[in-house]
């Protein structure tokens, strides 16, 4: 068997054939990868559902739809093969209204295999009363160490990808090849719980407040392996918030008496999100 293996690999070297290619024809080693000043623009539609809070809140238990576009710019490719991304979400609509009076923009690190950090604040901000797309639009796909085939799992632990706070265990699935828009992918199944915390707008206000919870991504991603990046992700959140409300008055100690927690209003979110590569 050893022989065997040794002539397959000789020939394939004379044949100008990749060794892979000739050991593991139906496996791919996923990797992002990245060329500097590259630039790739995604549609991006969204839906959020939010209920379960007092209709002072402002929650509405309805869903709303946006859209708008993210432009991905790779800024910098470090020697290690990770890279600086600049990420622009542009003209970003709900119910045909901005959610933000300038493109909210935010920058972060990308190793090949998906491990993202964000670097330095967001700009701008979303006017929205319960999401903040610019956020939910990071959500990143963690590639496997290892050649996978279709049928294969891996889990993957992580930074927080959104606010760098705690860690992410992902389980992924190569699900099947599927072609989309022309280019052969790898559809990915991916699952994972992230810790979340957003800065909104009270709704019809400037003033902003808190909301924390965790939320259930389970995602289906289309990875186009020559190229190394995504071509479509379809991703559904559900998770719990709490609302810090500003202002909101907090009992006074009294000796000798435990004192009780405020019980902050909490809302339900589900959130929908269709990202498609703009050829």
């Given amino acids: 068997m050893a022989r065997s293996l040794r002539i397959l690999i000789i020939l394939s070297l004379l044949a ?15 990797r992002y ?16 559902v939010a209920s379960g809070a007092a209709s002072e809140e402002g929650i509405p238990s309805v869903p709303i739809h946006g859209g708008g576009r993210n432009v991905v710019k790779v800024a910098k490719v ?29 920058r972060y690190k990308v190793s090949p295999r998906g491990d993202t950090t964000q670097v330095g604040e967001s700009r701008g901000s979303s006017s929205l009363a319960f999401g903040d797309p610019s956020a939910l639009a990071r959500l990143t796909t963690y590639l496997p ?9 891996w889990t993957v632990t992580a ?13 992924g699935k190569f ?42 991504i ?24 709490s609302l810090a409300l500003p202002g909101a008055a907090k009992p006074k100690p ?14 339900k979110l589900k959130v929908e999100v269709i990202s498609t590569l703009l050829r």
């Fill in 78 to 106: 470090n020697p290690d093969g990770s890279a600086l991304i600049v990420e622009t979400l542009e003209n970003f609509q709900f119910r045909g209204k901005p959610s933000s009076d300038a493109p909210q923009m935010s």
């Fill in 218 to 241: 389970a995602g289906a991603i289309n990875f186009d392996p020559k190229a190394g990046r995504v071509v479509r992700t379809s991703i559904t959140g559900a998770g719990v918030f």
């Fill in 254 to 267: 009294v000796k000798g008496k435990k004192q009780i927690p405020v019980q902050e209003p909490t809302y």
């Fill in 159 to 171: 930074r927080n990808p959104i606010g760098g706070t705690g860690t992410v265990t992902a389980t």
């Fill in 145 to 153: 160490e290892a050649p996978v085939k279709q049928g294969d799992s």
């Fill in 33 to 48: 990868q990245f060329k500097e000043g590259n630039i790739d623009k995604y549609s991006i539609d969204l839906t959020l």
């Fill in 175 to 216: 699900f099947k090849m599927e072609r989309v828009d022309g280019v052969d992918t790898v559809r990915i199944h991916q699952t994972y719980t992230i810790p979340l915390t957003m800065n909104m707008f009270a709704p019809g206000t400037k003033t902003v407040f808190r909301s924390t919870g965790k939320m259930k």
């Fill in 16 to 30: 100008g054939i990749p060794i892979y290619a000739v050991l593991r024809a139906d496996s791919y080693l996923l």
